[in-house]
């Protein structure tokens, strides 16, 4: 069974500083997915970013970006600039490119921006 | 265009009761999957609906049930309530059943079992 582990309960950041948040994972497939979530208080989880496996290059959305090493199962996710909004509740997640979409989520990390 | 949809926004039940739950995914998406978080941890994967088939299901015990309409919204039954059943319970949409398909999460249902 894949694994999803993230072992940074709780991040603090200034205000328009660089924060990069960890996630390692486990499997035995070599075609998956890997996504990084967030959720602020008001409990929506929102899609920040994606990763294909068989894709080489990181994947960037505007502040967003991640550093994808797949020998090692490591997916970072690092927010530059950041901003207030950014608080909430990161999940890192896994999911195979086969069967059922099935989220296999990390423990989650609390990221606090500090003004 | 309106997001994924969930009823009631707060529930709570005494144990041994049922609760059913209710989903309304995007205009256009077939699929709905339904997990359960827990506070203070990750969401748990519970069932996956795609044109009304189950396609796939977690380790929860047989109390937990689901189904989807004809118009790909779906309900998530719980039976026999238990004080641990109380969490948050979200549910997700996405066009197709396909690995690469992105799933996008409503605000989920809170569950309190006293």
């Known amino acids: 069974a894949q694994t999803v582990t993230q072992s940074q309960p709780e991040m603090s950041v200034q205000e328009a500083e660089t924060v990069t948040l960890s996630c390692t994972y486990d499997?035995?497939?070599?075609?998956?997915?890997l996504f990084w979530y967030k959720q602020p208080p008001s409990r929506q989880m929102i899609l920040v970013i994606r990763?294909?496996?068989?894709?080489?290059q990181n994947a960037t959305e505007n502040r967003f970006s991640v550093n994808f090493q797949k020998a090692a199962k490591s997916f970072s996710l690092k927010i530059s600039d950041s901003q207030l909004g950014d608080a909430a509740m990161y999940f890192c997640a896994y999911r195979s490119a086969w069967g059922a979409q099935k989220l296999v989520f990390g423990q989650g990390t609390r990221l606090t921006i500090n003004p | 265009d309106a997001g994924v949809t969930q009823s009631p926004t707060h529930l709570i039940k005494t144990r041994g009761q049922q609760v059913t739950l209710r989903c309304s995914p995007i205009?256009?998406?077939?699929?709905v999957s339904w997990y359960q978080q827990v506070l203070g941890q990750g969401p748990q994967f519970i069932f996956q609906?795609?044109?009304?088939?189950?396609?796939g299901r977690g380790n929860f015990p047989d109390r937990f049930s689901a189904r989807q309409f004809p118009n790909y919204s779906s309900e998530l039954n719980v039976n026999a309530l238990l004080l641990g059943d109380s969490a948050l319970y979200l549910c997700?949409?996405?066009?197709?059943?396909?690995?690469?398909?992105?799933?996008?999460f409503g605000p989920g249902t809170r569950l309190l079992v006293l």
């Open positions: 990763q294909e496996a068989y894709k080489q």
């Open positions: 205009s256009g998406h077939k699929s």
């Open positions: 609906y795609y044109e009304k088939e189950e396609r």
């Open positions: 997700a949409s996405s066009l197709k059943a396909g690995g690469a398909e992105t799933q996008y």
């Open positions: 499997t035995s497939e070599s075609d998956y997915y």
